[in-house]
């Protein structure tokens, strides 16, 4: 008989944890080794090498964000596959999880067959992207002009946060004339005059996150 698929999950609520393991537990050909409720612990537990696949949520509350976690991970050699699963579907969540180095992208409502088969293929070395996920990213791809790059995604996240441009500035560790480009480019590609339209318009098209939901 095969080694079954070993997985890590990292997920910070406990409740969510649990349901997964319950799902996961009834496949033969996996093993749930260990679960980490905080990003950091996911990345210094796949440090072990005991894992094929590691299931990344992306909000942890404080402290490091699961695309971080996933570079982290995914940076070092012969490191473990990360599935991201997460309530998340906005094209700024997913490119900055693709761009971390995720084999693959799926929803937490995703039906448990979609969820092992998502699994299967991430551990085989595979790209597992959820249906909607990967239409979304073909979209971008046919429409490269319009569609906003992973950095201008960034800006306009923390500006919907509330942060200035010198507060974004230094947060992404770019001049405030870079900021004021980023958002000229924005307000182009959205057909908008300013941040407030840009962010809503952003946020209504599923390009960042609206309210402060988990």
């Known amino acids: 008989m095969p080694e079954p698929i070993r997985l890590l999950l990292a997920d910070d609520h406990p409740v969510v ?55 982290a991970i995914t940076a070092v050699a012969g490191a473990p596959r990360v599935l991201v699963l997460t309530t998340y579907d906005t094209d700024a969540d997913i490119l900055a999880a693709v761009e971390a180095g995720a084999a693959g992208y799926l929803l937490k409502d995703a039906p448990p067959e979609e969820l092992a088969a998502a699994v299967r293929t991430a551990a085989a070395g595979q790209s597992a992207l959820a249906p909607a996920i990967a239409h979304r990213l073909m979209d971008r791809m046919r429409a490269p002009g319009e569609a906003l790059t992973g950095r ?4 306009l996240r923390l500006v919907r946060e509330g942060l200035s441009n010198q507060e974004v500035s230094k947060r992404l560790f770019l001049s405030q004339a870079t900021v ?12 908008v005059d300013s941040r407030t339209a840009a962010v809503a318009v952003a946020t209504a098209r599923g390009l960042i996150r609206g309210g402060a939901h988990r």
């Open 17 to 71: 944890r649990a349901g997964l393991r319950a799902v996961l537990d009834t496949e033969p050909d996996f093993a749930v080794v260990a679960e980490a409720a905080t990003a950091e612990v996911a990345v210094s537990l796949a440090a072990t090498g005991g894992f094929d696949v590691v299931l990344m949520d992306l909000q942890f509350g404080a402290g490091m964000h699961g695309a971080q976690a996933t570079a």
């Open 152 to 155: 201008e995604l960034e800006v």
């Open 180 to 191: 004021k480009s980023h958002l000229v480019h924005i307000y182009a590609k959205l057909g």
